[in-house]
């Protein structure tokens, strides 16, 4: 055989030998058991480490559940729409305009430079407490469903103030904090607290006049939240935790009707009276689900037998036409946007964006944590909306506004600026251009 033949075999033979025999010969490592979920996992890592994950994250999370929330306001509330005189389509309606001017909002802060959020901090406050005093004034304000934390707008239009209330204070917290911060102030616990604590205790005793519990949890939440992140020694973050939980436990005993939601935790029956009606029927839908659910519009429960499908219970619908699927995809975009929160605020060397991020990130982990815990039994009925979903338009405007704020906080990082000026027309159009070679005149 001529030598050339015999070197156009020779790869030919190689290549129908197996691998392993081929890894042995050449002397080759072989790769370790296991590398294909290795390499899939150090894939993730890399994904996750990129400038601009937070950013596509929080973003797509929230609007998945803004848009999600729209479709189950949908399927929930036509009975209920119907019962009471109304076109089927009623409360979706109300549901998109608030979505599409939240959608705005959103919008409007994600272009927002962090100047601008701090300076707005102060007006916000004054104006959430100055409508919180004007619900307290007969002929002004509004009680819905025992609570009177309403205003009137005119025509169908309500507005609770105090869930502006909680934007109010993670923006004007966070500022507070970050000054202090900037002259080193909050080594002292007296700086630490006054006047955050103060003016947290003031929105609450305002909420709490209205009667709404569930809205002043979460405002208990946020202060939490920003007293941790500012680093309140042990005995200072206990001392505030020991005291905010013997006056919820002096509201819960002196109600009776508070006292009937704490029994209610677990309950499998209605009880005398149907008290635990409604935290039954929230896991007879659960329950009824399955897996995959009965389909979309398809639930029993809201015909009259589970009490606010399309507000406080709008989970319960969503587990019983989606089934477990649809559950759990609704508590993985919840655990995105919560993990990428946590991410902005742990990586900026900005001591506001640190605040304002792990305030915001509290306010809606602590609040979906609180409506799911209550249908799914586990936790009394707090009678709050689960965040981006739920049907009213005073909760969806400010969070959409706090989702904003983490869009902005997220573009702000160094590394995520550079990522996006790259991604800009011009910018990428001069970059192509510069790496395009002249070529001679006669070149074609």
Known sequence: ????????????????????????????????????????????????????????????????????????????????????????????????????????????????????????????????VFLMVLVQVPGIGMSVNGNRNWLYLGGPFQLQPSEFGKLALVLWGADLLARKQDKRLLTQWKHMLVPLVPVAFMLLGLIMLGGD?????????????????????????????????????????????????????????PGPGGSCWQAVHGIYALASGGWFGSGLGASVEKWGQLPEPHTDFIFAITGEELGLAGTLSVLALFAALGYAGIRVAGRTEDPFVRYAAGGVTTWITAQAVINIGAVLGLLPIAGVPLPLFSYGGSALLPTMFAVGLLIAFARDEPAAKAALAVRRPGVRWKTMRRRVKKRPSGER
């Open 1 to 128: 055989m001529p030598a050339e033949e015999s070197v156009r075999v020779r790869p030919a033979a190689e290549a129908r030998r197996p691998a392993s025999v081929r890894a042995r010969s050449t002397g080759s490592p072989r790769s370790p058991r296991g590398g294909g979920v290795r390499r899939l996992y150090e894939r993730a890592r890399r994904a996750w480490d990129r400038p601009l994950t937070a950013y596509y994250v929080i973003l797509g999370a929230g609007l998945l559940i803004t848009v999600l929330g729209l479709v189950m306001v949908y399927s929930a509330s036509m009975i209920k729409a119907l019962e009471l005189g109304k076109p089927g389509t009623y409360f979706f309606r109300k549901q998109f305009l608030a979505a599409v001017i939240g959608a705005g909002l959103m919008a409007l802060a994600a272009r927002m430079p962090v100047k601008l959020h701090r300076a707005l901090s102060y007006p916000l406050l004054m104006g959430a």
């Open 213 to 269: 519990m569930g809205t002043a949890i979460i405002l208990t939440a946020i202060l939490f939240g920003l007293l941790w992140l500012a680093g309140a020694p042990t005995r200072l973050f206990a001392g505030v935790l020991a005291s905010a939980g013997l006056i919820g436990f002096l509201l819960i005993k002196t109600s009776p009707n508070r006292m009937s939601r704490l029994d209610c935790m677990g309950a499998s029956e």
